[in-house]
């Protein structure tokens, strides 16, 4: 039994389309995948018409883009209830976070010199959500100005570089409750990853668990062997689930492919166990 639990289809900034990615998933030998797109449900229906048809479990996931103490955490989600008003208003706000950068980005980015306009930002982003820096990183890439996403945000879009621009995520909390008050559960992606996002130690990842979380994303490229082994430590201690999961972005990111991690069907099993007996404080506070 293979299972990735953290994918994402051109619903956010993945190449592939939702139902492409899970023919993908079926061919590289997967029994589950999840769609993990950021902020949004919007390929979850296409998804799951795919996987009915190949025959292969999906599991229904977003992630989250959450700030706890001034950096960025990535909150995966899954089995949320995507209409859960709570839950809708804070994915709005993101997402509208998003969009609205985008043109202080392309501004900065022409102060540099650089040719880009909004329209070369669509249609980067055709069939996403809402356009944001993965979509500007493509459009770099189009231009020729970069070889790749990789080196879009190197050079001009990561954090601290000349055309990065902050935008709205949701406090790190309030998001775990939001998750599990529709009906979901929460696991901190790739809690030790690259990007700024600083290491949420183990005294913030008890205090998670008891406003609701589940698991943290242990086995994730971002995370080298002793990384891994010091996660499942912590994880063991807290009794949180332990994932691992591709970060799969089709062509969009290098040397995250379907399956390179997976997660133990053990760990899946008290995911969803999680979610049906919703035993997180959050929900019974609720
Ligand atoms: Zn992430
Ligand atoms: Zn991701």
């Known amino acids: 039994m293979r299972i990735d639990l953290h994918t994402h289809s051109r619903a956010s900034d993945g190449t592939d389309t939702p139902a492409e990615l899970v023919r993908a998933a079926a061919a590289s030998g997967l029994d589950v995948v999840a769609l993990t797109d950021h902020d949004t449900a919007d390929g979850w229906a296409e998804a799951q018409a795919e996987a009915d048809r ?4 999906l599991v229904p996931g977003m992630e989250i883009s959450t700030n706890h103490r001034g950096r960025g955490v990535h909150l995966l989600a899954y089995y949320v209830d995507p ?3 709570p839950l809708v208003a804070e994915l709005e706000r993101i997402l509208h976070g998003r969009a609205a950068r985008v ?3 392309i501004a900065r980015l022409n102060a540099l010199g650089i040719a880009i306009t909004e329209d070369d930002v669509r249609r980067a982003a055709a069939g996403a959500v809402a356009s ?10 189009t231009k020729g100005v970069v070889p790749d996403r990789t080196a879009a945000f190197d050079r001009y879009l990561g954090w ?3 055309a990065h621009v902050d935008r709205y995520a949701a406090p790190l ?11 979901g559960v929460s696991v901190v992606a790739h809690p030790w990853g690259r990007g700024g996002y600083g290491r949420p130690e183990e005294a913030t990842l008890a205090a998670l ?13 971002d995370h080298d062997a002793a990384d891994r082994d010091e996660l499942r430590a912590i994880a063991r201690n807290l009794d949180l689930v332990v994932t691992g999961s591709s970060d799969y972005h089709g ?3 290098q040397d995250h492919d379907l399956g390179c991690n997976t997660t133990a069907p053990a760990e899946l099993e008290r995911l969803t166990s999680a979610r049906a007996t919703g035993t997180s404080g959050a929900r019974r506070s609720e």
């Open 132 to 141: 944001g820096r993965p979509h500007v990183a493509d459009a770099l890439v």
């Open 209 to 221: 668990k008891e406003v609701g979380l589940t698991g943290i994303e242990v086995d994730h490229q």
């Open 103 to 105: 043109p202080t980005m």
């Open 160 to 162: 601290g570089k000349p």
């Open 54 to 57: 190949v025959g292969i479990e």
């Open 83 to 85: 209409t859960h008003p």
């Open 251 to 253: 062509y969009g990111k």
């Open 173 to 183: 909390e309030a998001a775990v409750r939001a998750v599990a008050g529709a009906g």
